[in-house]
């Protein structure tokens, strides 16, 4: 039957549209049904193809098992027939034969002596067709690797190199994947990495490269310390592979990667993306890597104390982490034993074995992407040093443990309360009695370090309270009372809690008249009282009062710090009322003190809320030093919560002057502290948007993508609308980047679609633009002309002429979409950008805007150039004998004059080369060649003071870039080459204008 049958045309398209669907058993059962429709046809080069087709579909799916079959029967149909394949398919058979050893290798249950017969047949048709060994000496390398035949394998594996690469040779990326991957099995991390960075570097790629490397280089990464790459090799690769059925391999080294740095929940959210890969049978040798690292992740999880924590699994039945673990293992070694059946040794159980057993690597590797469940309770913050010399809890030197913490406590260090702490617990285990003044301490102390359970710590302040009484320390009774009244405040007991307060107030007042209280005792019950009360319209006055009543004792011991607390609160109501500035100089000198006072750790409260503060008024230079200042200072006492906020505000400050790198690992740190606290997932979504935009602008797409990616959900159910708009904005940069234009679009739009209600319009008209321009690169050209005139009708109503030219002349091009039918309607949108730009240029050069004129006086030219442009590519010819009704001329002709009036227009500079080119080329195809050299040579001219390397010219304008320049020489002088003249060099060059 002839190939130009309408039937057999039809099959040949929806074969070439089957390669390109997402790899899996939809695609295999479509491309099954091709063969047996190409077999009806009679067609057998149609039937070859088809055969072809389903081989590769199985080959790269999870029934790999079936690729022999259509191999098979292409084989035997080379044997019989080889005229009836074209060099195409000759090539493919022999390219195809290389996967049949290799193949039979992943499935136990081919004899070891068959695969080595297959081999042996490769090698022989190879040597045949003329073809190098190193394709050959590959699949032996593969075969002996397998088996832990180590001396075979080196022996292979120097043959392999040492082949000459041929047509037959894997790309070089997969190659470089297996030699760097034996480098890891012999222990050699740092030799596989430098074999893969050509890999990683993006210079060889392919189908499944870098993805595969990727994986491959987690762990190696990890053990060199590598952390940083690791997991940016995490983010990046796993969305490569995530959607690609064939790489359930790559997708179990990131879970055992996971599992092997802390982050054993997200090593659960990705099992729980691939349900069928615990029953896909069809390559038994990754189901065995799968089932490995599933039983590795389950071994973890019960290690942990999670062994009855339910996780997915197996479809069909309720999993816990315990119950997996039984069923992985076990399944993992039934694999495993078929294959030490078939190859006769126990080199993959031992594998297996090994791998199972693993350790965790590292304890923790913050991704920066949110685990929807956490495992673990939140880690404690690293504590420093104590100020004083510490002694043993376990010395039985109580009288050395009391002295020690009275030492701390005169320092008021935030050790103070765990010294007096082993002091009892020391106490109380050795027998020693202690007097009323030393368990008053131990008592207040623990209330204090019970503070967020005021059940506990009431009484204990009672308890310190009347020890503080017997030991004739009235003043520090009352404070314990107020502490008292406090922690009742923070359980909500507000009577009791204001009773007790004026209760401990009235008696310090009179205490502090008899000498027998401090003033600084005085102030803080003050403070407390003020900050457990309803906000009135007295605070300030009151707050004023008590900072005066500090200021007058600030000779007192220890006053600074409550002079310092005082003024805090003062600033807190300061910025409560929308005074920014007076806050922010409250906060500065509340730390001041308490670094005069010696006690930092105390700073870090002002500092923080400063950093706070300077952030929201943009003030990004004090928002970094006091953000750095608290973390610095607060390290004792920050929990997970404050150290999350303090971290992503220092990123967002340090992204604010564009040190992106440092604000990753910022946010990426206030990301993980963000994890760690309770209730945090709003401040982890802001650090990751953070994180995300600085990923982004540091040429990390894939990785911002991941992230932003993972923190949407939190921004949109917890954050205002500008944070959502910013995460879809990057995550659509991101996706563009990544060259997935439809996804991209998609995030522009749902951002544009908040945007449009905004009074200001900007964004959403630049958001309408980059939804266009993605919409375009998808081939989605009604959706995209859509969008343009939405960005269109913004830009027009801000009266923003620049962005409108460039917006109409967009849609024109759109018109090529439509062929000549749509040409009326890209010249209409080009005429009208020319209209706008000519107005705005007009009513520019009337207000003596030089800048903008000119400005505007090149989107002009750049118009009526882009409008020849656009009539030439219209034209379904070029100028010649082919030419019978003159259309092609005319249109030529008319794209000349649209050249013209855009170098008329730019006006004598370089600006004008790219018109005076456009225009010597139609010059050129319409036979009038001395026009075009004279045209070429003027541009060459143009650039006759720089020099080869693409030096800046002085003059300036849009040519005066290197490449551009360079760029613009190089195709004059093709030009020239075009019409049969020799080149000159710039010094050579005709001056002139055209």
């Given amino acids: 039957m002839s190939t130009q049958d309408p039937a057999v045309e039809t099959i040949r398209r929806a074969l070439h549209h089957n390669r390109e669907e997402p790899e899996g058993r939809a695609r295999n059962a479509g491309a099954e049904r091709l063969v047996a429709e190409a077999e009806a046809t009679g067609d057998t080069p149609l039937l070859v193809d ?11 799916s999870s029934e790999k098992d079936k690729f022999f079959v259509p191999f098979a029967r292409l084989l035997r149909m080379w044997d019989e027939r080889p005229g009836e394949f074209d060099g195409a398919n000759t090539h493919q058979l022999h390219w195809i034969f290389k996967w049949v050893a290799s193949g039979m290798l ?49 022996t292979a594996h120097a043959a392999w190199l040492a082949a000459d690469r041929d047509a037959m040779a894997d790309c070089h990326a997969c190659e470089l994947h297996g030699q760097g991957s034996w480098q890891v099995d012999r222990g050699r991390d740092e030799e596989a990495l430098r074999t893969w960075e050509p890999v990683l570097a993006g210079q060889y790629t392919c189908a499944h490269e870098p993805h595969n490397v990727l994986a491959s280089s987690l762990l190696p990464l990890v053990r060199l310390g590598r952390l940083d790459e690791a997991r940016a090799h995490h983010l990046r690769g796993y969305r490569l592979v995530r959607p690609m059925e064939s790489m359930r391999g790559a997708v179990s080294c990131h879970v055992e ?91 993959v159980s031992r594998r297996l074995r090994e ?35 510490a002694v ?69 302040f009672g308890t310190a309270a009347g020890l503080f009484d017997a030991a004739g320390k009235p003043g520090e009774a009352a404070a314990c009372r107020v502490r008292a009244g406090y922690a009742a405040a923070l359980a909500e007991r507000t009577g009791e809690a204001l009773a007790a307060l004026d209760a401990a ?29 309803p906000p009135g319209a007295g605070d300030e006055a009151e707050l004023l009062r008590i900072i005066a009543f500090a200021e007058e004792h600030r000779d007192e011991e220890r006053m600074a710090g409550r002079l310092a607390d005082a003024i805090t609160l003062h600033a807190r109501h300061t910025a409560a009322r929308g005074d920014v500035e007076a806050s922010a100089g409250l906060f500065a000198r509340a730390a001041r003190l308490h670094h005069e006072a010696a006690t930092p750790w105390y ?92 990923l982004l602008r540091e040429g990390r797409a894939a990785e911002s993508a991941t992230v932003l990616e993972t923190a949407l959900p939190d921004l949109v159910r917890a954050h205002h609308d500008g944070r959502v708009v910013q995460a879809r904005w990057w995550l659509g940069e991101a996706l563009r980047d990544l060259d997935e234009p439809r996804a991209a679009a998609e995030q522009f739009l749902l951002a544009a679609e908040i945007a449009q209600h905004w009074e200001e319009q900007q964004d959403h008209a630049v958001l309408a633009n980059l939804a266009a321009d993605s919409l375009e690169r998808a081939g989605l050209a009604g959706e995209a002309a859509q969008a343009y005139g939405r960005a269109g009708e913004l830009w027009r109503a801000m009266e923003r002429p620049v962005p409108l030219v460039r917006t109409l002349r967009a849609r024109a091009w759109l018109s090529l979409h439509d062929g000549q039918g749509g040409l009326a309607e890209g010249r209409a949108a080009m005429a009208e950008a020319a209209a706008v730009a000519e107005e705005a240029l007009a009513a520019a050069t009337a207000a003596g805007d ?82 075009a050299a004279k045209r070429a040579r003027a541009v060459i001219a143009q650039y006759a003071g720089q020099d080869e390397s693409g030096a800046e010219d002085e003059s300036g304008g849009e040519d005066g870039d290197a490449g551009v320049a360079a760029q613009r020489l190089a195709e004059a002088r093709s030009v020239l080459e075009y019409i049969g003249e020799r080149p000159a060099g710039p010094e050579k060059a005709e001056a002139g204008e055209a």
């Fill in 505 to 533: 107030i009235d008696a310090l007042r009179e205490l502090h008249g008899a000498g027998r209280a401090t003033a600084r005792q005085l102030t803080g019950a003050w403070l407390a009282r003020l900050d457990v009360t």
């Fill in 355 to 389: 791998r199972l057993a693993a350790g965790p690597l590292v304890e923790r590797l913050p991704l920066g992407v949110r685990a929807r469940q956490r495992l673990t309770a939140p880690a404690a913050p690293a504590q420093p040093a104590p100020a004083a010399a």
């Fill in 392 to 460: 043993p809890a376990d010395s039985g030197d109580v009288g050395a443990l009391l002295a020690e913490a009275r030492a701390l406590s005169e320092a008021q260090h935030p050790d103070a309360g765990a010294a007096w702490a082993a002091a009892g617990r020391a106490a109380e285990h050795t027998g020693t009695a202690l007097g009323d003044l030393d368990r008053a301490e131990i008592a207040d102390h623990a209330g204090i370090a019970a503070f967020t359970d005021p059940g506990t710590a009431v009484p204990l």
């Fill in 106 to 154: 992943d499935q136990p249950e081919v004899p070891l002596a068959s695969i080595e017969k297959w081999q042996r047949e490769m090698e022989h048709r190879y040597r045949l067709a003329g073809h190098s060994e190193r394709a050959v000496r590959q699949g032996e390398f593969r075969i002996a690797r397998h088996l832990g035949d180590t001396a075979r394998a080196e």
């Fill in 50 to 60: 088809a055969l072809f087709n389903l081989a590769g579909a199985y080959a790269y």
């Fill in 850 to 931: 030089g800048a903008a004129a000119a400005h505007l006086r090149a989107e002009l030219a750049g118009t009526h150039r882009q409008t020849g442009e656009l009539i030439v590519r219209s034209c379904p010819g070029e100028p010649g004998e082919e030419d019978t009704d003159g259309s092609a001329r005319a249109a030529y002709e008319e794209g000349l004059a649209c050249a013209e009036r855009a170098i008329t227009v730019f006006g004598p500079g370089p600006a004008r080369s790219a018109a005076q080119l456009m225009a010597a080329w139609l010059e050129a195809d319409l036979g009038r060649h001395a026009a």
């Fill in 257 to 347: 990667f996971c599992a092997l740095t802390g982050n054993e929940a997200r090593a659960l959210e990705i099992l729980a993306e691939h349900p069928a890969y615990f029953t896909d049978t069809g390559d038994p040798d990754t189901l065995m890597d799968h089932l490995a690292v599933s039983g590795l992740l389950m071994r973890r999880l019960v290690a942990l104390g999670h062994g009855d924590r339910s996780v997915p699994g197996p479809a069909g039945t309720d999993w816990t982490a315990r119950a997996l673990l039984a069923h992985a293992e076990r399944e993992a070694a039934a694999v495993s034993a078929r294959f030490d059946a078939r190859n006769g040794n126990d080199a």
């Fill in 603 to 694: 700073a870090a409260e002002p500092e923080a809320l400063l950093a706070d503060l300077s952030l929201q008024r943009d003030d990004h230079t004090t928002a970094e030093e006091s953000a750095r200042a608290a973390l610095e200072h607060g390290a004792a006492a920050l929990g997970p919560v404050h150290r999350a906020h303090l971290h992503t505000v220092l990123a967002a400050a340090l992204a604010a002057r564009g040190a992106d790198a440092e604000a990753a690992d910022h946010a990426l740190e206030g990301a993980h502290w963000a994890d760690e606290g309770e209730m945090s997932e709003e401040l982890g979504a802001w650090a990751r948007l953070v994180l995300g935009g600085a």
